[in-house]
């Protein structure tokens, strides 16, 4: 494993920190990421800047500059590059883990009911950087995308059992709080193992909403359907009548 070395200049870390303590953080964070940096650069190439070796795998072609946001702000990293084989690097494979689960955190906020502006100011907090309240909708938008994309996909299985319900929950809807109904519709297969078929959300439950229970294709609802429980809610009884099973 290659060898860290970090320099780090006394005065100027004693003076940011009598001034600044997250400027003095960040500093120190920036130069021992870089240092990270190199050690990864010479133990790829296995040679030391400048040093001639047999060992050697290729060369240094300069470096380039990349920011990093961390939860103490905003870093610039300087990331070696190499002639021939691309630099690999574990520091920004670890961050997008990191953003990853940034990501799902404001999508999880939003989903809860908190407001995007909100939204972004506890992030501006706890990163130290801006995101835009659009930044914030961006996210949820490819979160709505995947929920679609979970609803819309086709049904191969069999599932002898049924279950459907509705509870109601308190969402955002116009810049207003209103009660809406969540509907849903779960199937049990011949393994016993169950998996959620469907689900909407209306404003309330009746006839028409429950018709999201009737077939849309073929696909869309599984087969030979033995039992169906249920409450006995008039739009439940409504769409099996008219042949879900």
Same mark, same amino acid.
């Given at each position: 494993?290659?060898?860290?070395?970090?320099?780090?200049?006394?005065?100027?870390?004693?003076?940011?920190? =009598?001034?600044?303590?997250?400027?003095?953080?960040?500093?120190?964070?920036?130069?021992?990421?870089?240092?990270?940096?190199?050690?990864?650069?010479?133990?790829?190439?296995?040679?030391?800047? !400048?040093?001639?070796?047999?060992?050697?795998?290729?060369?240094?072609?300069?470096?380039?500059?990349?920011?990093?946001?961390?939860?103490?702000?905003?870093?610039?990293?300087?990331?070696?590059?190499?002639?021939?084989?691309?630099?690999?690097?574990?520091?920004?494979?670890? !961050? =997008?883990?990191?953003?990853?689960?940034?990501?799902?955190?404001?999508?999880?906020?939003?989903?809860?009911?908190?407001?995007?502006?909100?939204?972004?100011?506890?992030?501006?907090?706890?990163?130290?950087?801006?995101?835009?309240?659009?930044?914030?909708?961006?996210?949820?938008?490819?979160?709505?995308?995947?929920?679609?994309?979970?609803?819309?996909?086709?049904?191969?299985?069999?599932?002898?059992?049924?279950?459907?319900?509705?509870?109601?929950?308190?969402?955002?809807?116009?810049?207003?709080?209103?009660?809406?109904?969540?509907?849903?519709? !779960?199937?049990?297969?011949?393994?016993?193992?169950?998996?959620?078929?469907?689900?909407?959300? !209306?404003?309330?439950?009746?006839?028409?909403?429950?018709?999201?229970?009737?077939?849309?294709?073929?696909?869309?609802?599984?087969?030979?359907?033995?039992?169906?429980? =249920?409450?006995?809610?008039?739009?439940?009884?409504?769409?099996? =009548?008219?042949?879900?099973?």
């Amino acid at each position: 494993m290659a060898q860290l070395n970090i320099t780090l200049n006394q005065e100027e870390i004693l003076q940011l920190l =009598s001034k600044d303590h997250d400027q003095a953080f960040r500093e120190l964070l920036r130069k021992s990421l870089n240092s990270i940096l190199m050690a990864e650069s010479t133990a790829q190439l296995k040679a030391e800047p !400048y040093e001639r070796s047999e060992e050697r795998t290729d060369s240094r072609n300069g470096t380039r500059e990349r920011e990093l946001k961390t939860r103490i702000g905003k870093i610039t990293l300087t990331v070696p590059r190499h002639r021939n084989v691309p630099f690999k690097t574990l520091v920004f494979e670890n !961050y =997008s883990r990191s953003e990853a689960a940034l990501i799902a955190s404001m999508a999880e906020m939003v989903v809860s009911g908190v407001a995007t502006r909100k939204v972004s100011n506890i992030m501006e907090t706890l990163c130290g950087t801006t995101f835009s309240k659009s930044s914030v909708s961006e996210v949820c938008k490819d979160l709505i995308e995947k929920v679609n994309e979970f609803k819309d996909r086709p049904l191969t299985g069999d599932y002898p059992f049924l279950i459907v319900d509705a509870t109601y929950f308190k969402v955002r809807d116009k810049h207003r709080i209103v009660s809406k109904a969540f509907m849903i519709a !779960y199937g049990t297969n011949h393994e016993g193992h169950r998996e959620i078929l469907g689900f909407e959300v !209306y404003d309330n439950e009746s006839k028409e909403t429950w018709k999201f229970l009737s077939p849309k294709t073929e696909k869309t609802w599984p087969p030979r359907l033995l039992m169906i429980t =249920s409450d006995a809610h008039e739009g439940i009884q409504d769409a099996v =009548s008219k042949g879900i099973s």
